[in-house]
C-alpha cells in the first residue's frame, strides 16, 4: 500500500535531503512529486535510483496526493498549505508559519507523537525549528525522570541552515581570504569566515533575535510550557550540523551518571562521552547522520540539581528533512491516514 507524496521546495537543501531520505527510509511511495517554483520547472533532482522533474506549485492539482511535504519558506507555506489542505492532502511544513498556531501541532515524534493527532483541525502538521528539534530530543528524557525548570542554550549553527546561498557565501569568502582577494559579506551581516555572528533571524524589541525567541516558545509548545529557557543563537563557519552548549535546572536531583544511562536509552538520541581528547562528537562527525549526539555530560556546580551537555546533530535531517518524513512515518504507523488511490 503506497503514498502519493509531494515535496515542495525539492530544488532547496532541505527538499533535495526530502527525498534522500524518504528513498533511505523506503517509505511506502505509490508515486513521488518533486515540486518547486516556475523558474524551477524542469530542474532535475534525485530520488533513490531514479531522476525527477520538477513540476510546478503554482498549477499542481492536490486532490488526489496523500502528504505534502512542504519546504519552501514561510511566506509560500502561508498562502500555500491551506489551500492544499483543503483539497485533503495532509501538509508536514518545516517553515515557521505554522508552528504558533495552536489548531497545528508542532511534532517531534520522539518527544510528542501523541499530539500529531490534532492535525485533523487544519490538516497541517508543523515541523520545528532546527535547533530546537535536537535541543527537545535530548530534553525530553531528562524531563520525564527529573523535571526540568530551566534551560540556558548557546548555540553554534551552521550556514546551512540559511540555506544554499549561505553555503555559497562561506566557500566563497574562505577561498578569497587563502588567495587574498577582498572578501565580501552578502549574504551574512558581517564575514562569516574565520568568523562567529551572534545574529539569526531579526532582532525583536527585548534584544532577543527571532531565532532565540522559536527556541523558546517551540521548546514550551512541545515540551512544557513551565520551562523557562534563555537562549543565545550563533552562526559559525561550519558547511552542515548545529551544536548546542546546554545547561539544565531540575526540579528533582539527578546524577550526571544517571543523566547518561537515560539518554543511551533514549530515541533519537546516541551518546559519545568519553572523558578523554576526542571523546565527544563534532558537526563534522554528525554530518549525514540522524542521531541526536549527546557528550560532555556533566554536573554544573553552581546550581541545585544542574547538568550541563554537549548536543550536536545533522541540522538539515533531524533538524529539517528526517524529522517531517518521521511526522509521516508516524501518520502512517498510527493509520492517521490512507491513501486516495488504492492499488490495483
Not at 502519493?4 to 513521488?32: C, H, S, W, Y
Not at 499530539?115 to 530530543?137: E, H, R
Not at 547522520?289 to 550536536?312: F, K, Q
Request: proline content about 5%; some cysteine.
Amino acid at each position: 500500500m503506497g503514498f502519493k507524496v509531494a515535496v515542495v521546495g525539492a530544488t532547496g537543501n532541505v527538499g533535495r535531503e526530502m527525498l534522500d531520505i524518504l528513498a533511505e527510509r523506503q517509505f511506502p511511495i505509490a508515486e513521488i512529486i518533486a515540486l518547486a517554483s516556475s523558474r524551477s520547472l524542469g530542474t532535475e533532482v534525485s530520488f533513490g535510483d531514479k531522476t525527477l522533474k520538477c513540476k510546478a506549485l503554482d498549477n499542481y492539482d492536490f486532490s488526489g496526493t496523500d502528504i505534502c511535504l512542504m519546504s519552501a519558506g514561510g511566506a509560500v507555506s502561508k498562502e500555500w498549505s491551506p489551500k492544499i489542505a483543503r483539497q485533503g492532502c495532509v501538509v508536514i511544513d518545516n517553515s515557521s508559519a505554522w508552528r504558533y498556531d495552536q489548531d497545528v501541532p508542532l511534532i517531534v515524534p520522539e518527544v510528542n507523537a501523541d499530539a500529531i493527532a490534532g492535525f485533523a483541525k487544519k490538516n497541517i502538521i508543523a515541523n520545528p525549528n532546527c535547533s530546537t528539534a535536537q535541543l527537545v530530543v535530548a530534553l525530553k528524557p531528562l524531563h520525564d525522570k527529573a523535571k526540568i525548570t530551566r534551560v540556558v542554550v548557546s548555540t553554534y549553527q551552521s550556514v546551512s541552515g540559511a540555506g544554499k546561498e549561505a553555503m555559497d557565501a562561506l566557500f566563497a569568502e574562505t577561498r578569497a581570504i587563502f588567495v587574498s582577494d577582498a572578501v565580501e559579506s552578502k549574504k551574512f551581516p558581517k564575514r562569516i569566515a574565520f568568523n562567529v555572528i551572534p545574529e539569526i533571524d531579526v532582532f525583536m524589541e527585548d534584544g532577543y533575535t527571532k531565532e532565540e525567541w522559536k527556541m523558546m516558545a517551540e521548546t514550551k509548545k512541545i515540551l512544557d510550557p513551565k520551562i523557562k529557557l534563555s537562549a543565545t543563537c550563533v552562526r559559525v563557519p561550519v558547511f552542515i550540523g548545529h551544536s548546542e552548549a546546554v545547561n539544565i535546572e531540575f526540579e528533582n536531583p539527578i546524577s550526571a551518571d544517571e543523566a547518561r544511562d537515560i539518554l543511551r536509552e533514549a530515541p533519537g538520541c546516541l551518546v559519545i562521552d568519553k572523558r578523554e581528547p576526542g571523546g565527544y562528537i563534532t558537526p563534522h562527525e554528525a554530518a549525514g547522520e540522524d542521531a541526536t549526539y549527546i557528550s560532555r555530560i556533566r554536573e554544573d556546580p553552581t546550581v541545585d540539581n544542574g547538568l550541563v551537555l554537549w548536543v550536536v546533530a545533522d541540522n538539515l535531517r533531524k533538524g529539517a528533512a528526517l524529522n517531517a518524513v518521521q511526522i509521516a512515518e508516524v501518520l502512517i504507523n498510527r493509520k492517521l491516514i490512507s491513501p486516495k488511490q488504492k492499488a490495483a
